[in-house]
């Protein structure tokens, strides 16, 4: 189903034609040659072509908001049955003295040692230093754009498409 009137010949090739004829099945790997050959053999105008393609882009763009929108709504469903399954353990752990066993479930204990620390107060010799480096990509582009040489980095020129 598409969202859009694409021509159905486009929108199958799209939708499934590059997945069964451009995707080699052993790597697994995208031949845009191969692509760009199936949709020049397609019979229509260049601009219908690109019409139908662009729009094509913005169903797929649909799709994965879609996706990503169920996704957080799933990480917080997911987060909530952990917490409850947490605090759940909690509940057994003060509440049981011994082991429990039952026909359909068994609980046991095992010990074990954690460290629990203030590192604001530790010694030195017991903390560790992470440190990262980022490159401070604002500076450059501006360092850059004022023509400045820096060893790598460099500007470069882009073609964004935008599809409205």
Do not use: H
């Not at 913005?58 to 469903?77: C, G, Y």
């Not at 987060?79 to 752990?93: H, I, P, Q, S």
Request: proline share 2%; with cysteine; net charge negative.
């Amino acid at each position: 189903m598409n969202l859009f009137d694409i021509k159905e010949n486009l929108y199958e090739l799209l939708e499934n034609g590059f997945t069964a004829d451009c995707i080699d099945p052993e790597t697994g790997e995208f031949d845009a040659a191969k692509a760009e050959a199936l949709m020049v053999s397609l019979p229509a105008e260049f601009s219908e072509k690109v019409e139908n393609t662009a729009l094509y882009i913005e169903e797929l763009d649909a799709r994965a908001d879609a996706l990503k929108s169920k996704e957080q709504e799933l990480a917080k469903r997911r987060k909530a049955f952990e917490n409850r399954a947490e605090w759940l353990r909690g509940y057994l752990t003060a509440a049981l003295d011994k082991p429990f066993e039952s026909d359909s479930v068994k609980i046991t204990f095992r010990k074990s040692t954690s460290v629990e620390c203030d590192v604001s107060k530790l010694p030195a010799e017991y903390v560790k230093v992470k440190t990262t480096c980022e490159a401070d990509k604002t500076a450059l582009k501006a360092a850059l754009a004022s023509g400045a040489i820096i060893s790598g980095a460099a500007l470069v020129e882009k073609r964004n498409i935008k599809i409205v």
